[in-house]
């Protein structure tokens, strides 16, 4: 073998726990890929974030709000602990569990443009809330549980149906059967709305469809945070093993894994946490499909690093987004045109900049 | 000792058409072996019997003389390693990162790989001569360092068998010889081989063993020098194959016309 210049020599050498090295990394040798060390960046910056957004907002005036207000001040005190904290909590729950929730599907499905909706479990959110609108009341609670037990309904069915599907591999028919579920909720969505109230309900159906985190309650955090901690926990756990997962089905046998099974508890983790914080928020664009793009393009593609990075700048995303919706207008922006405004424009950007990495 | 052994097996597609047909084979340690055939005589599906990818309908498949189904995963994917004919990577890793994913069957539960399996992971891509690819992403690889870079993670595994299925089919010929000079390198070293080919030349100058497959049986094992006779050829390919021994290597040819 030809000599190998020591920039581009293997790692190892480096010292410093283990750097795995990246694409791109031999040829611009400036840029230090330390994937902990940007991990750990990130998680600077979502403190950050969720600092400003305890102070941002719309009281007493559009703005920051002073720490001397914020002292004397009885109402603004019970708005930031009642109103700003809970939904910036959600906000972080939501941005965490859509970005792992993509990582995991786009992964596992090892197709870089599903995201975490797609086995049944928006669709049947949606329609869960326009139902619960429609046939009790516009209560939070109702719709937020009727749109939990439709997103794992729809969860279940796509389950069942890919299990009876006489057609293809595993994945072929959780495919096929998320689909038609989704498909099936759609469907109903439509049925709904024509006999929903046109004054009334169907502006709230409509809201809800949006998405957005303006009636998040410490009720609220409370009812998604168990599940949502959950399925990002066995997700976060299993980070690494999602590379073995991405692969063809035999190979991640002769690596010694059970993809059929692992496969189903890493896409049934991820959904749960997805379909328990979309019960609350409402369908949210964009963030599950282009968080995880956006991860693997600065820190690289092993989901040891891809998955959190994704978690965190998931949260970043959505605390940024839902800090624009309730304080640029007088009236509540809803997140999910935010969300899929900005991140449609910074996914394109990403895409079009720095085009040296990539060619696929 | 026998490492691998495949004893009367049977195998079926749900359909009923039969793809296996009492098949019997022994791979011995630090052997290397290949399976010789036409496309479509069932070399693949020998090879996913042998992982324990696909379960046999009749027969028994054992390594290290043990049933293969009372193997553990992980111990069995410490024993056995598979170089699949086309693999298709979707996610742009780079090299030591996929490499790196040969360490899976050693790692606890939820580790992820350490300093000690990037060094095995560095060694491998040594052995495979392409350290210097080591920071590429997979993307920009060529055909043959891609290849290079699927038995490198195999050899990251630390197997006492390899498989490989059809190795050298769409490499050209000086990506063939380093290849086939691997493979030799490795048995040498008391990893035993297992490949198919449905090229002879690429069998014979690389194989102890060469068995003969068509139709999802076993015609003919044996050296090259017994096995690759005109005759056997014609049988199993259906098509006169003349050949010719030259410097200690059977060369292959046929008649256009």
Redesign the interface.
Known sequence: MAQVPESRRAPGAQGGGVGLPRPGTGTSPSQPRDGTRFLLLLLLLLVAVAALSVFLGRYPAPGFLSLHTLFHDPLAQRLVLAIRLPRIVAGILLGMSLGAAGTVFQMVFANPLVEPGFLGVSQGAAFGAALGIVAVSANPAIVEASALVFALGGLWLSWILARLIRYGGWILRLVLAGIAVSALFSAGIGAVKLVADPLSQLQEITFWLLGGLWNVTWRDVLFVAPPAVVGLSVVYLLRWKLNVLSLDERVAHSLGSAPGRERVLVLFSATLATAAVVSVSGLIGWVGLMIPHAARRLCGTDAAKSLPSSMLLGAVFILLCDDLARTVLPVEIPLGILTSVLGAGAFITLMIARREERNR | MSLLELRCVDFAWPGGRGVLDQLSLTVDQGSMAAILGPNGAGKTTLL?VC???KKPQAGGVFLQERPLSSFG??????L???V?QH????????V??YV???R??HLRP??????R???IA?EA?EAT?I??L???????LSGGEYQLMLIAR?LA?EPSLL?LDEPASQLDPANQLRVVRMLRTLASRGISVLYTSHNPQTAAVAADTIHLLSDGRLRFSGPPQEVLTERNLLEVYGVPLHVVWAAKNPHFYWDVD
């Open positions: 996913d992982l324990g990818w995963r992980g111990e069995r994917g410490r056995m390693s598979l699949p693999e298709n990577v979707r996610f742009d890793f780079s030591t990162e790196l994913l040969g899976a069957p939820l580790a992820a790989p350490g300093k399996d990037l060094a560095m891509l001569g350290v210097h080591a920071l590429r992403s997979i993307a920009r195999s595994q498989l």
